[in-house]
């Protein structure tokens, strides 16, 4: 069965300073990835994707995310962030062979200050 | 940009009643999801619904649960005898094509008292 486990629940930064949002999953099959953000009171909203082709994969807002198949990770980074970025953030991944369920990861909680 | 919309966005309901949500997918969406998300937990797949019929389903989406395309855009969410342990946030999400990125409405919150 497929897992994803987001090693931080929360990440405090100041304004302009870069960030990393730590994603690894688990999985026996090839899988697609994937980085929702979810600002309060509102839906997911999808920052970036990894179907195939490159590892790096650039999204919405400035953040980028590198698939890395030996390691299984799939982190998130920004490499200057905003107080506007403060919303948690969900990796997810969905079986490629056969499920169309999104799994999802806890959330990390990005909490930018000035 | 189209958008997947979800009424009501809070409904409160007595344990033990039927509700029913909401959800309108993207025009030319072909996959329609649900998924739910309890209070400070994860968000957690319920199930999938392609041409008519449902093509996943987690543990979660018992015999309480049915979901249906009752015209060409609502899709719906039923739990027929809610209980206190339904309260969450309920999302829609639809897909244009099987592993497509899932786009989400802003949710349902139900409440049970």
């Known amino acids: 069965a497929q897992s994803v486990t987001q090693l931080d629940s929360q990440v405090p930064v100041f304004e302009e300073a870069p960030v990393e949002l730590r994603c690894n999953y688990s999985?026996?099959?090839?899988?697609?990835l994937f980085w929702y953000v979810q600002y309060p009171n509102q839906g997911l909203q999808l920052l970036l994707k990894?179907?195939?082709?490159?590892?790096l994969v650039k999204g919405i807002n400035g953040f980028e995310a590198e698939f890395n198949k030996s390691q299984t990770s799939f982190h998130l980074r920004k490499p200057s962030v905003h107080i506007s970025d403060t919303a948690e953030y969900f990796c997810?991944?969905?079986?490629?062979?056969?499920?169309?369920?999104?799994?999802f990861g806890k959330g990390t909680t990005l909490s930018v200050s000035s | 940009e189209p958008e997947v919309t979800q009424t009501p966005s809070h409904q409160v309901t007595q344990m033990g009643q039927e509700v029913i949500l909401r959800c309108v997918p993207i025009?030319?969406?072909?996959?329609f999801y649900w998924y739910r998300q309890i209070l400070g937990q994860k968000v957690e797949f319920l199930v999938s619904?392609?041409?008519?019929?449902?093509?996943?389903k987690s543990e979660i989406f018992d015999d309480q649960f049915s979901v249906e395309r009752p015209d060409g855009s609502n899709f719906t969410l039923k739990i027929r005898s809610t209980k206190l342990e339904d309260s969450a946030m309920y999302f829609c999400?639809?897909?244009?094509?099987?592993?497509?990125?899932?786009?989400f409405g802003d949710g349902t919150r139900l409440s049970i008292l």
């Open positions: 990894y179907l195939s082709g490159s590892t």
């Open positions: 999985s026996s099959v090839s899988v697609y």
């Open positions: 619904f392609y041409n008519n019929e449902i093509s996943e």
């Open positions: 997810a991944v969905t079986d490629n062979q056969a499920g169309t369920a999104l799994i």
């Open positions: 999400a639809s897909s244009e094509d099987r592993h497509q990125p899932q786009h």
């Open positions: 025009s030319n969406h072909l996959y």
